[in-house]
């Protein structure tokens, strides 16, 4: 039912893969479709332990809010910008 739901909303096409279309679909604000997205972006992270998932989780957070901007995320997660590569 969920996914004919999500169907129609995309419009109403009989055969599509609603996973391809998560980020459309939470942009309406579909409370489900948005745990959907959470779940199928934090997939690649079960494989580690919960308290590394949740500091790599912390980790790309600060990295999308800052652009990847290094020294504005050691400033958000309170640790030193290690340079790399420099003279």
Do not use: N
Request: net charge positive; charged share 30%.
């Amino acid at each position: 039912m969920r996914c004919a739901c999500r169907r129609q909303a995309i419009g109403g096409l009989a055969r599509v893969d609603t996973d391809k279309h998560l980020g459309e679909l939470a942009a309406r604000a579909d409370p489900e479709t948005l745990a959907d997205l959470r779940q199928h972006c934090r997939a690649p992270l079960t494989v580690y332990a919960p308290e590394d998932r949740d500091t790599l989780t912390e980790l790309l957070r600060a990295w999308l809010l800052h652009y990847g901007r290094r020294s504005d995320i050691a400033a958000a997660l309170f640790v030193h910008p290690r340079l790399s590569g420099t003279g």
